[in-house]
């Protein structure tokens, strides 16, 4: 069998041990890898209930079976652990060549357990596999760590938190190759908590190809198949994800100042053509990605570094009523510096410039940090982003992110979140099933685990009425159960601009050996979901939290395109547990826990119904 | 006549503009724009007519805003 490379490193940091384990093959195949293989992990592995910085914790760092392999967009990796932001289950996913850096030291993935005494990172050089010392590394922010690692370690590819992680900041991230970031859910607090600042791989061996001529022959067809997508191969790589800006603007749909507003007149300040005219200097490709929607930007001070996404401009920008290129492309370099999650970050300043609006955060409370919460204002989304970093003066209650903010002050209502974490650019009160996907995303607030965005505003893989309710939730289901499975395969969802459930099978099978049919690699992925599903409810996190912030429920939008729609969850939720198999609770059967081969986790549905 | 405000998105842009208010007959379509602004219809991905997508043969009236876009993605 191919793709994987059957070894797993479990490194306990309290015992300062190292073990290489076996890869269950049967066990992987079953769960794909990656996302798949780290909830499964988690779920069998990690007690209910503890907290996750906990040295109970583990934080899992996975690859797919077609992660490093030679097709196309497979630079992708994940991390998974519990998150301390929602308490349910954390899957966040990156790109940039880290990934297949660590597939070719010969390993799946690596588990860490317990906690480290002082810093420490680990380096893994094929078969080699040291916990070192990282006591000089502490404090210092990504591009430093990275540097100093790279000049001890040769040729080595690098993944670290910055100080944001070592603060145990809500919403801190884990970056590698400087500007890839595995974003979501606070997993950079998890590792700062394991005191674990970098992992550090070099590696020489290939990805096992089941088929070789047969995976050289899907691959260019799929490539091509990219290359010819007027997305895949026009509009992405041309403008890059802010592309996005204009259209989901002019739908009416683009939240403005806390999802006060949807629409704004200057959104083409910020809109990826003006990015792509003034502010870019060229774009960048991960491992094996004929896309290349990645940007490469210049400050207003001249240097060169990474640039925004499209979640980022909003977030920073319209969300906080900020159209200033120059601040957005600085706070952009600034999160990754420090290790902070982009939307999570923006969509908390956002929300506590409407606190200060309507009189909870009181001058006196911020007037030590020198810095404002006006909307609009450039200098405090950079202020505070750094404030945030190292949880300086008011940044330490932002670091923890919007929901615990608001409801410090008794309004939680006014943080824009989902399950404790930030919603991303998209207004669902305009889009009905994306608001679905909002609402039942396993790992909280979020867009990027079933993007109803694509067939509702954007027309991929067909049109459907933003508006209308019909069909939707099975719709959000399924690409729910594609996405998980795309995820645990190791590659990335753009590739959906083009690709769709027959290629990735092709690609799968080639390399793997002929494992799945069309209907077997989404029930794998629907088994990916229940899953985490299940997880979830064993930590407490049930049906209840399956919901919007009341503004997206009960406001409708005030002006622009998409004036005078709420969001019909209460109509949509119920038709999403049906259709899932779950009861009216939201809790698997135990028909659908046995149809997808996961009736060892029945027990859990008692715990879910206690 | 009836004047409509056309924004135009990504490289439809190009050797054009970004918004401007035209004036063209009543009854005009979004397919009749499109073909005026020497625009090839098969390009166009989704045809705003006040942010709400739908097909060209759309009537506009006086007032209305267009907003059209080639295929773009991204998230």
Redesign the interface.
């Known amino acids: 069998m191919g793709g994987y490379m059957g070894k797993v490193i479990r490194v306990n940091l309290t015992e300062r041990s190292v073990k290489v384990e076996a890869l269950d093959l049967k066990m992987a195949q079953k769960y794909l890898g990656s996302r798949g293989f780290g909830v499964k992990v988690m779920l069998d592995e990690v007690p209910a209930g503890i907290d996750p910085f906990s040295p109970e914790n583990k934080l899992i760092v996975a690859t797919g079976a077609l992660t490093g392999a030679p097709v196309p967009t497979s630079g992708r990796y994940m991390v998974i652990t519990k998150s301390p932001l929602t308490g349910g289950i954390a899957t966040a996913n990156a790109g940039g060549f880290w990934g297949p850096k660590f597939k070719s030291t010969g390993h799946d993935a690596v588990i860490f357990e317990g906690k480290a005494d002082k810093p420490v990172y680990l380096y893994v050089e094929d078969d080699r596999v040291e916990i070192k010392d990282a006591s000089h590394l502490w404090g210092k922010r990504v591009t430093e760590v990275t540097e100093a690692l790279q000049r001890e370690h040769e040729g080595a590819n690098v993944l670290s938190i910055g100080p944001a992680g070592e603060k145990l900041s809500l919403i801190a991230s884990i970056m590698s190759d400087l500007d890839r970031a595995a974003g979501r859910g606070g997993v950079g607090a998890v590792m700062g908590s394991k005191n674990l600042k970098a992992i550090v791989v070099k590696g020489s061996k290939k990805v096992p190809l089941y088929d070789e001529e047969r995976t050289k022959e899907v691959s260019q067809e799929k490539v091509k198949i990219l290359r010819d997508d007027p997305v895949a191969g026009g509009g992405l790589p041309t403008y890059g994800t802010a592309v996005l800006v204009n259209i989901i603007n002019e739908s009416g749909v683009f939240p403005v100042r806390n999802f006060q507003y949807s629409y704004t007149d200057k959104a083409d300040l910020i809109s990826g053509e003006t990015m792509t005219e003034k502010y870019l200097v060229r774009k960048a490709a991960c491992y094996r990605c004929p896309i290349a929607c990645g940007r490469v930007v210049k400050l207003a001070d001249g240097s060169v570094v990474g640039g925004p996404e499209y979640e980022t401009i909003w977030a920073y920008g319209a969300d906080c009523d900020v159209y200033d290129y120059d601040a957005i492309n600085e706070v952009n370099y600034l999160c990754n510096e420090y290790g902070i999650d982009t939307i999570s970050a923006g969509a908390t300043i956002a929300a506590a410039m409407e606190l200060y609006e309507k009189g909870y955060i009181k001058d006196e409370d911020i007037d030590a940090d020198g810095l404002s919460l006006k909307w609009g204002d450039p200098k405090a989304i950079v202020g505070w982003t750094k404030k945030i970093g190292l949880r300086e003066g008011f940044g330490d209650k932002l670091a923890d992110g919007s929901y615990r903010l608001a409801e410090s002050y008794g309004v939680p209502e006014l943080s824009m979140t989902v399950k404790k974490q930030e919603l991303p650019a998209y207004d669902p009160r305009g889009i009905q099933g994306h608001g679905i996907t909002y609402a039942t995303s396993n790992r909280g607030g979020c867009h990027v685990k079933g993007y109803m965005i694509s067939p509702e505003i954007l027309g991929y893989p067909e049109k459907l009425d933003r508006f209308t309710l019909e069909g939707k939730a099975a719709y959000a289901k399924l690409f729910h159960d594609l996405t998980a499975a795309i995820d645990s395969i190791g590659l990335c969802i753009f590739s959906t601009f083009g690709l769709g459930l027959p290629d990735y099978v092709d690609m799968y099978n080639a390399v793997c050996g002929e494992v799945y049919d069309e209907k077997g690699l989404l029930e794998a992925g629907e088994r990916v979901w229940n899953l985490e599903r299940l997880f979830n409810l064993r930590e407490g996190i049930d049906s209840s939290q399956d919901t919007l912030p009341k503004r997206l429920l009960e406001e409708p939008i005030k002006k622009g395109p998409s004036k005078g729609h709420v969001h019909q969850l209460d109509k949509l939720l119920p038709e999403y547990y049906e259709v899932r198999g779950w009861d009216e609770n939201g809790v698997p059967t135990e028909e659908t826990l046995e149809r997808l081969g996961l009736k060892e986790y029945k027990k859990y549905l008692s715990l879910a119904t206690e | 006549m009836i004047k409509v405000e056309v ?1 135009l ?3 439809f ?1 190009e050797g054009r503009w ?1 918004r401007k208010v035209l004036e063209f007959e009543d009854g005009t379509t979004i397919s009749d724009i499109i073909k005026y602004l020497n625009i090839d219809e098969d390009e166009v ?2 045809f ?1 007519l ?4 739908g097909p060209a043969s759309r009537k506009v009236k006086d007032g209305d805003v267009i ?1 059209l ?7």
Do not use: C, E, T, W
């Open positions: 924004r998105f990504a490289y842009r970004k991905s989704m705003l006040n942010g709400v997508d907003s876009f080639p295929p773009i993605g991204g998230g």
